[in-house]
């Protein structure tokens, strides 16, 4: 398969590779206890968590998620990182509707990078990339 050029692709800007990429960014969510992660929260691309306790950041319902993402087409993706500022320890855990591949916990004073993959209708995968 030949990679496609021209009209086969999107071009963001001039094509200067010294161009830098600027998106728009929401405040990142911070956390002190065990929750339910929100679409916000996803869609922000990063959470902190800031306590010195270990708890659990539950994934929104695929279902939520479809509602809430609604131009997402099997096959999307987008990627969020968890941030973990103390000693405690966050575990994403599955919501309905999500598969998890990978290690979920994010050890006291590192961070996860994650990506979220739409794989069908009231169904995701999150992804332990790094």
């Given at each position: 398969?030949?990679?496609?050029?021209?009209?086969?692709?999107?071009?963001?800007?001039?094509?200067?590779?010294?161009?830098?990429?600027?998106?728009?960014?929401?405040?990142?969510?911070?956390?002190?206890?065990?929750?339910?992660?929100?679409?916000l929260?996803?869609?922000?691309?990063?959470?902190?968590?800031?306590?010195?306790?270990?708890?659990?950041?539950?994934?929104?319902?695929?279902?939520?998620?479809?509602?809430?993402?609604?131009s997402?087409?099997?096959?999307?993706?987008?990627?969020?990182?968890?941030?973990?500022?103390?000693?405690?320890?966050?575990?994403?855990?599955?919501?309905?509707?999500?598969?998890?591949?990978?290690?979920?916990?994010?050890?006291?004073?590192?961070?996860?990078?994650?990506?979220?993959?739409?794989?069908?209708?009231?169904?995701?995968?999150?992804?332990?990339?790094?």
């Open positions: 398969m030949a990679i496609p050029n021209g009209a086969g692709g999107y071009q963001v800007g001039d094509g200067n590779a010294n161009e830098i990429l600027f998106a728009p960014s929401a405040i990142p969510t911070a956390y002190t206890a065990g929750v339910t992660l929100t679409t929260d996803l869609a922000g691309g990063l959470v902190v968590y800031t306590s010195s306790s270990t708890a659990n950041l539950v994934l929104p319902t695929a279902a939520l998620t479809d509602a809430d993402f609604s997402a087409r099997v096959g999307s993706s987008f990627d969020i990182s968890l941030i973990a500022t103390s000693t405690g320890v966050p575990t994403i855990t599955v919501g309905t509707g999500w598969t998890l591949v990978g290690n979920m916990v994010v050890t006291e004073t590192t961070s996860g990078h994650f990506r979220a993959r739409k794989t069908g209708d009231g169904s995701w995968t999150l992804y332990r990339v790094s």
